[in-house]
């Protein structure tokens, strides 16, 4: 099922990226505010980050109308169907730095804080770029949507990244940071929201990196009851596979490559 990105493809997506893909996906940097939000867009230049997302809007996500990306807006991350603009603060790239040198990432697990933050800003346009991928061609969403783009960009991150699902965990690790502080009962009107809670999508991006390859992850499930772990995992490998077949009825050409 993995479709990971090898060298000469790599080449053949960042090619038709710098040709093609100008009317395809654009990218704007707003003016840095602050030395730190300079910091910010220096990090997000040098990440390689948009020349992957740019690629995958020439392949995977091959948009009737071009997607303009907004790096610096006040706002987001979020995809505007209005403009069709997915808008990227700077102030959301230094939040995931913090909380990933807060729980001393890179001292637990080898990887520094730009990096984690990296990969969770990477997660998160893949997860907008749904939401305007979804709106493009009208693909129908039987579900919470913020549900179905959470889980294509893990299985984009999983399939197509080298070292996706790595990445992928750290944006699951974002998640489960961002439920620090909380409290222990939620406020009805939570209940009501488009989006499930934090813990419940850290969970379900581990599923489907455990689904993705049970041996290799091993004790990624481990957090779960022993009780409750052989159930969970038999249960991912299905979650796994039947997310990826689905979504790939409406994903582009790179699958086929």
């Not at 990105?5 to 080449?11: C, D, I, K, Y």
């Not at 209005?82 to 990227?88: A, D, Y």
């Not at 022993?226 to 159930?231: A, S």
């Not at 038999?234 to 997310?243: A, F, H, L, R, V």
Request: with cysteine.
């Amino acid at each position: 099922m993995k479709r990971i990105l090898n060298g000469s493809l790599l080449a053949t997506v960042f090619l038709s990226a710098s040709v093609l893909a100008k009317n395809n996906i654009e990218l704007v940097y707003l003016e840095p505010n602050s030395e730190d939000e300079k910091a910010v867009k220096s990090l997000l230049v040098s990440s390689g980050v948009n020349e992957l997302v740019v690629g995958f809007g020439e392949n995977l996500f091959p948009f009737d109308k071009p997607l303009t990306i907004e790096y610096g807006s006040d706002d987001g991350p979020l995809f505007d169907p209005e403009s069709n603009t997915v808008q990227m603060p700077y102030f959301f790239v230094s939040e995931a730095q913090n909380y990933f040198a807060k729980n001393s990432y890179e001292k637990k697990y080898g990887k520094k804080a730009e990096q984690g933050a990296i990969d969770t800003v990477l997660h998160t346009l893949l997860h907008e770029l749904g939401h305007a991928y979804i709106t493009d061609k009208q693909i129908p969403v039987l579900g919470k949507e913020e549900d179905a783009v959470d889980n294509l960009a893990t299985i984009v991150m999983i399939e197509y990244v080298e070292n996706g699902a790595d990445a992928a965990i750290s944006a699951a690790d974002m998640f489960d940071f961002e439920t620090e502080g909380q409290p222990d009962h939620y406020q009805l009107v939570e209940y009501a929201g488009e989006h499930s809670f934090n813990l419940q999508r850290y969970f379900q991006t581990l599923c489907l990196v455990y689904g993705s390859d049970p041996e290799k992850f091993s004790g990624l499930l481990d957090e779960i009851g022993k009780d409750y772990r052989e159930e969970r995992e038999g249960y991912c490998e299905y979650n796994y596979n039947t997310i990826s077949t689905n979504w790939h009825t409406y994903l582009g050409e790179l699958q086929n490559k």
